[in-house]
């Protein structure tokens, strides 16, 4: 199982960024998937997860900035942010769950200057 994030980059401060994370067909079709982040120093956070039928759980810091939806044509899966901060710097990574495993993605960096 692969998992891919793209579309990182610097942004302004109070804008926003579009991450995808795009897998396989099977898996997309039949795994929840999630993103998180980690910020230099620190450990791998939570962001949001979204389930097979598109039901959404966030993070309660996030939730009110970040929408996770899928492009179920395009087996891809999107992290929508608004209204970045420097403090969400940070690679942000996919990630899948088959059964115990997890699969993640080699994670897409966002930076977010003042």
């Known amino acids: 199982v692969q998992v891919s994030e793209s579309g990182g980059g610097t942004v302004q401060a109070g804008g926003s960024v579009r991450l995808s994370c795009a897998t396989d067909?099977?898996?997309?079709?039949?795994?929840?998937m999630g993103w998180f982040r980690q910020a230099p120093g620190k450990e791998r956070t939570f962001l949001g997860t979204?389930?097979?039928?598109?039901?959404?759980y966030y993070r309660d810091s996030v939730k009110d900035r970040f929408t996770i939806y899928r492009a179920n044509a395009e087996n891809t899966l999107y992290l929508q942010m608004n209204n970045l901060k420097p403090e969400d710097t940070a690679v942000y990574y996919c990630?899948?769950?088959?059964?115990?495993?997890?699969?993640w993605g080699q994670g897409t960096q966002v930076t977010v200057s003042s």
């Open positions: 990630r899948a769950v088959i059964g115990d495993t997890y699969y």
């Open positions: 067909r099977w898996t997309f079709a039949h795994h929840a």
């Open positions: 979204i389930t097979i039928n598109g039901t959404t």
